[in-house]
């Protein structure tokens, strides 16, 4: 079966202060997508990133950086020196190679950022 | 710019009344839409996939009858919520995606209370 865990529930941080925000995913596929979304309070969903199970480059966009370890299945998310604009809910998700519109998403970790 | 819209935005509607809520890709076609729910602090689960001139596909435990989906053109999906209950009241969004190398979009989601 095919699983995410976001072990962590709240996050507080102090502006410009880097954080982590962890993601374990659990599939049988060996084709699959993982993705990262922001959710801030107004709702709707933020695409971050889309990565593939054959591209295990970390990637950084920014202030955001991704790491896709697959020896651990774990595809974190790095924000570096927060803003209070970061505040949201971040959920990390995955889906099969069949459909990449099926999303098993993880629990959601909540970033508060605290000027 | 938003490339799904989704509408509306809130909607409040008495117990045993029928609610329609509407999804739209704005600037590319979609043969299949995703409607998910979002209960407060909880992560997002997929009810069902919304097929362009077929029947919708619906995960286990959501009921056909009472989430009733129409996928009539391209680029409109709608989801009918029928004879609402209290139970029902949640979050409700939709995703669609051009293509299979582009990312799924989101829209921004319509909060229903249903008194």
Redesign the interface.
């Known amino acids: 079966a095919q699983k995410v865990t976001q072990a962590q529930t709240e996050i507080s941080v102090v502006e410009k202060e880097d954080v982590t925000l962890d993601c374990v995913y659990e599939t049988r596929d060996t084709t699959y997508y993982l993705?990262w979304?922001k959710q801030p309070p107004?709702?709707?969903?933020v695409?971050l990133i889309?990565r593939n199970s054959f591209d295990e480059q970390n990637e950084i966009s920014g202030r955001y950086s991704w790491n896709f370890q697959k020896s651990t299945s774990s595809f974190n998310f790095t924000i570096t020196a927060s803003q209070v604009v970061d505040s949201a809910v971040y959920?990390c998700a995955l889906s099969a190679s069949s459909?990449?519109?099926?999303?098993i998403?993880?629990?959601?970790t909540t970033l508060q950022v605290k000027p | 710019g938003a490339v799904v819209s989704q509408h509306p935005s809130r909607v409040i509607c008495k117990s045993g009344t029928s609610v329609k809520i509407e999804c739209r890709s704005l600037d590319f076609q979609a043969t299949t839409m995703f409607w998910y729910r979002q209960f407060p602090k909880q992560s997002l689960m997929l009810m069902a996939t919304s097929n362009e001139g077929s029947k919708a596909t619906y995960e286990q435990g959501v009921e056909k009858d009472k989430f009733l989906i129409n996928h009539a053109s391209l680029t409109l999906s709608t989801l009918t919520v029928t004879s609402a209950h209290p139970e029902d009241s949640s979050f409700y969004i939709c995703s669609a995606s051009g293509g299979i190398n582009s990312p799924l979009h989101f829209g921004n989601g319509t909060r229903l209370t249903v008194t």
């Open positions: 993705f979304y107004s709702g709707e969903l695409f889309r959920f459909n990449t519109g099926k999303l998403f993880g629990q959601g």
